[in-house]
């Protein structure tokens, strides 16, 4: 039902965990932003899998995922409003009473040696992966309504400590909603001493269990 | 006390997994050339067969190399993990 296209970031395993997540949360009619969108996979489930009524938006920096992302709302038959730009950019007056943030975050040294951000996809997020994140993660608040909520992921191949120091700092209230364990793919087995010395470094974390690299995807609840 | 796992029980687990019939699974030599293989698959395999024996299946060395679904049942056996 979501098209996908080679340079627009593919909807992975975290995502659906962050639609799971959202769908749980979500009680009543609301405006929800889904930032940093891709195809509009997280927000366009939602909307296929909820019987409330809530106006959906969408942003991303790449015209090329917001014009995806269109695309795939009028095969779904879901009404959108999609704007691309950078974070908050385009939403300079809106406030919402859901923001779910897709932004990918993992250390540059794991994206470049990782499947998922090839054929020209960005991953900007920086050395230990918290660049963007923190970045939304500062200035969510003004852009929430009065017990507005953010969801955003957190994914153990960056520095997650760091990122929910942010989180902390910013919100009253930040919760686990739910945490999963992936292996990491093959792959990326051959780069192993890449990965071990960002863990000495406290960049990344994961787990060994099985003779299998376990990395983890958590999915975290502010307001 | 509770009895011990049995070989039926594995492939039903294994079935489950990659929606295949437990027949057709005892026979597979490599399931990572099977359609709905992927490492997820794998480690959802692995925790799901570890779980019915009470966190033993440590006592089986590197399990995620090995592919065929005879040598798992075969090690289990050996190591007295299942029936």
Redesign the interface.
Same mark, same amino acid.
């Given at each position: 039902m979501i098209k996908e296209e080679k340079k627009v970031f593919k909807p992975n395993?975290t995502t659906s965990l962050l639609v799971q997540s959202s769908l749980k949360t979500i009680r009543k009619k609301s405006d929800i932003l889904d930032l940093g969108c891709g195809t509009g996979y997280v927000g366009l489930t939602i909307a296929k899998n909820t019987k409330i009524k809530n106006n959906y938006f969408f942003s991303d920096l790449s015209k090329k995922a917001i014009d995806l992302c269109k695309t795939n709302a009028k095969k779904n038959g879901i009404k959108i409003q999609a704007k691309t730009g950078n974070m908050f950019e385009p939403w300079a007056d809106k406030r919402f009473d859901l923001i779910i943030e897709s932004i990918s975050a993992i250390a540059k040294k794991v994206a470049t040696i990782s499947p998922w951000y090839r054929n020209g996809i960005p991953c900007d997020c920086g050395e230990d992966g918290t660049d963007l994140v923190n970045e939304v993660l500062n200035v969510t608040k003004n852009h929430l309504k009065k017990n507005g909520k953010l969801i955003f992921p957190i994914v153990t191949l960056s520095n997650k400590q760091k990122i929910l120091r942010t989180a902390n700092k910013n919100f009253k209230n930040v919760k686990l909603l739910v945490s999963k364990?992936? /292996? %990491? /793919?093959?792959s990326m087995y051959s780069k192993k001493n890449v990965l071990e010395k960002l863990k000495k470094k406290g960049v990344v974390s994961y787990k060994t269990k099985?003779? %299998?690299i %376990?990395y983890s995807s958590e999915i975290y609840i502010a307001y | 006390m509770k009895k011990k796992p049995s070989k039926v029980d594995i492939l039903k687990i294994i079935s489950k997994i990659l929606k295949m019939s437990p027949q057709k699974i005892e026979k597979i030599d490599d399931y990572t050339k099977m359609e709905s293989w992927d490492s997820l698959a794998q480690l959802d395999i692995i925790s799901a067969i570890d779980k019915k024996l009470n966190g033993r299946i440590g006592k089986i060395k590197n399990i995620a190399e090995i592919k065929s679904v005879k040598k798992i049942i075969s090690l289990l056996k050996k190591k007295s993990l299942i029936t």
């Open positions: 395993a364990d992936w /292996p %990491l /793919p093959k099985y003779g %299998l %376990l | -």
